[in-house]
């Protein structure tokens, strides 16, 4: 990408910033614009040293721009996309560089309804870790881990990237091997059902690199399905499997102390940094990417810290080294992220959007804070979602101490409530699903009701949880400072 000058159009999406990120990282002159809304990557970005114009000014575009890459959310129709096109300038979605990155070397990808940031993250976290930075890849997904603000280049041998289905933005990229956390019915906007969502992932296996790798999660059902079918029609596939029902020698053992092991590592035991089986599953199944990575390569030095493991037992060598490094992950950003403590509250900002996901980071969080009582201030995104997955929300949600509700979140998607508020039929469904219980649940119509409502009803030992898609991670401090302003 050296001698590049590349434009970024809609910059401050998680992606497109780690994108921007990782082409400086690769040499290339970077710039991009975006609404004036402060986001979480509006940091990384400064700290980075890129120029953030605010709107979408074709004026913007400067003559040395020599390629313009725009968040799909943004359409072709957009006044500077239209400017870059009539310019001649290559012109790309994001969706749409990332296929082209793909074909640059051998690439890696995680798929699935959920887990697909956190899984990633974590592969990535342990190949940097256990080389000390030598394993020549790259690495490009919807967020960041903590205390990493820079995005994660090593070299280019070969890349990780998160793959995600929407629209079928998968199928264009060229991989040589995908892990798949799960499947799960979700974007309604785009798939009609879940048998549309399952298609979609049967042709990315038709897709996948001959002589590649398949990897799925067993405790999934719809995942092994997938695998059933790779071995139906991909005889040419390596084909693996993780998890707690896995056969083979990446089956997850729960120790008595709340340690793990595996199958194939039956005496050895492993802490993990999380709880939730789900994330367990995101975090094993990150070591079985990245050991397959490793010894895909055409001539596997390992890269590893210890030289020693070059025996005949190196599978279970090398799975034990890459394993010791789960402890040492220091999570992602915006999943069950603690933001700050004061007055005895704990503010939290997750960016679970999804029922199941919902359900797996207040498992997380209970498991962390057994004695907190949990304030969730939900931001629903897309209308479509919410009312495709209504009663399913509804129940997740109930799961909290206390909730507020929020708008729908009015993204770029332009998949808001503009003809029936969504939210209002959430709250109502939350309603219903609480019953008698006596749990606090109330509408915020604006972010000074949400944070007025928080701090009235906060009190000590309790979790403040900023979750969904939405941009209401910067309520947590506001509150904050409402509670003291009660004192």
Request: contains cysteine; charged residues 20%.
């Amino acid at each position: 990408m050296r001698e590049e000058s590349c434009y970024l159009v809609g910059i401050k999406g998680t992606g497109m910033a780690n994108l921007a990120l990782l082409l400086m990282r690769m040499g290339a002159s970077v710039r991009g614009c975006d609404v004036q809304e402060t986001f979480l990557t509006d940091l990384s970005l400064h700290r980075g040293g890129i120029v953030v114009d605010t709107g979408f000014d074709p004026a913007h575009l400067s003559g040395s721009a020599t390629m313009v890459i725009h968040s799909s959310a943004y359409h072709r129709d957009l006044p500077i996309l239209q400017a870059a096109e009539a310019n001649r300038i290559p012109l790309y979605s994001y969706p749409e560089f990332l296929a082209l990155l793909s074909t640059k070397q051998d690439s890696y990808a995680v798929a699935g309804t959920h887990g697909k940031t956190t899984t990633t993250s974590v592969a990535a976290h342990i190949l940097k870790e256990a080389s000390e930075g030598d394993f020549p890849f790259y690495a490009l997904y919807g967020s960041s881990a903590l205390n990493q603000e820079d995005a994660l280049y090593q070299g280019s041998e070969c890349a990780l990237f998160e793959a995600c289905e929407y629209q079928d933005h998968f199928l264009s990229y060229h991989l040589r091997g995908v892990l798949v956390t799960c499947i799960e019915y979700d974007h309604p906007d785009y798939f009609a059902d879940l048998d549309a969502v399952k298609a979609s992932f049967r042709r990315l296996v038709d897709k996948l690199e001959k002589g590649g790798m398949l990897i799925v999660c067993s405790d999934d059902r719809e995942a092994r399905e997938l695998l059933s079918y790779a071995r139906r029609t991909r005889s040419d596939l390596t084909l693996l499997e993780y998890g707690f029902t896995a056969p083979g020698p990446f089956r997850i053992l729960e120790n008595p102390d709340s340690t793990f092991s595996l199958s194939l590592l039956p005496d050895q035991s492993f802490a993990l940094s999380v709880h939730a089986k789900a994330l367990v599953l995101d975090h094993i199944g990150a070591v079985v990417l990245a050991l397959s990575v490793l010894l895909d390569r055409p001539k596997p030095r390992l890269y590893l810290q210890d030289k020693g493991l070059l025996s005949d037992e190196v599978l279970p060598s090398v799975t034990s080294l890459l394993m010791s490094q789960l402890a040492s992950f220091p999570g992602c950003r915006a999943r069950t992220e603690v933001l700050a403590e004061e007055g005895g509250v704990v503010y939290v900002d997750d960016y679970a959007h999804h029922p199941s996901e919902i359900l797996t980071s207040l498992e997380e969080l209970r498991s962390a804070y057994p004695h907190s009582k949990q304030l969730v201030l939900f931001c629903p995104h897309t209308a479509s979602r919410t009312k495709a997955f209504l009663s399913s929300f509804a129940s997740a949600l109930a799961q909290a101490d206390a909730l507020i509700i929020q708008s729908t979140y009015a993204s770029a998607r332009q998949d808001s409530c503009a003809v029936e508020d969504t939210s209002a039929l959430l709250l109502e469904a939350v309603q219903e699903a609480i019953g008698t219980s006596g749990k606090p649940v109330a509408y915020a119509k604006d972010d000074q009701a949400c944070v007025e409502l928080a701090g009235l009803w906060l009190q000590e030992r309790w979790l403040c949880i900023t979750m969904g898609a939405g941009n209401n991670r910067p309520l947590g401090p506001h509150i904050a400072a409402f509670r003291r302003s009660l004192s």
